[in-house]
């Protein structure tokens, strides 16, 4: 099964040419402003896309998702969107979530520590691709500044579940995948940290059950 995946395109998704596959995941922030009719328009754009599945979360820029989700979330219609919450696709667990640690007065912020754990610990431990917006700590977290920014609760509760992709957003300059403890990271970012075009969408192949027999 192919994957797309995604993130942090700020009303530009249609800029990118996105290739074809089985599922597309978008790791939030597909807004600027978190408008309602920004989610409108990005849910039309969805539903020009060939992919069979799309299964989106928010990020921190998605506001209406959070302040109004009786309204904001049934305007999805051409996607799956997950608020912690997992969906199964040929037998492979997608479990999705939009926190991240507090960054000044954002959407879907959480103060570091217990809250967050209190989070990351509703993942399945049969998760085979954890999608968040913020990334884990130390892993493609790296500001411009040096800083790494990641969620120290989020890592240790990836370790300990060890999902086989972990895909995520949010620190735009530090997209890019890695391999490490026999997970798969992912920061799928498009838009560099002037919110200009500046990388490519993410492809991979997952084993299916189906495929497996």
Known sequence: MRIVAIS????KHNQFDIPDGDVLIHAGDFTSRGKQKEIRRFNNFLGTL???HKVV?????????????????????????LRDSSIVIEGVKIYGSPWQPEFFNWAFNLPRGEPLKEKWEQIPDDTDILITHGPPYGILDKTARGEHVGCEELIKI????????????HIH????????DGIHFI??????????????????????????I
């Open 57 to 81: 979360i928010a990020g921190n820029h998605d506001f209406a998702l959070e302040n109004e989700p009786e309204l904001a979330e049934p305007m999805l219609t051409n996607c799956t969107y």
């Open 8 to 11: 942090d395109t700020h009303t």
């Open 158 to 169: 990836v370790l300990k579940k060890k999902p086989a992709y972990h895909i995520f957003g």
């Open 187 to 212: 920061n799928a970012s498009l838009l560099n940290l002037q919110y200009k075009p500046a990388f490519a969408p993410t492809v991979f192949d997952i084993q299916t059950q189906t495929e497996v």
């Open 173 to 180: 300059e530090a997209a890019g995948e890695i391999k490490q």
């Open 50 to 52: 060939p992919h069979k």
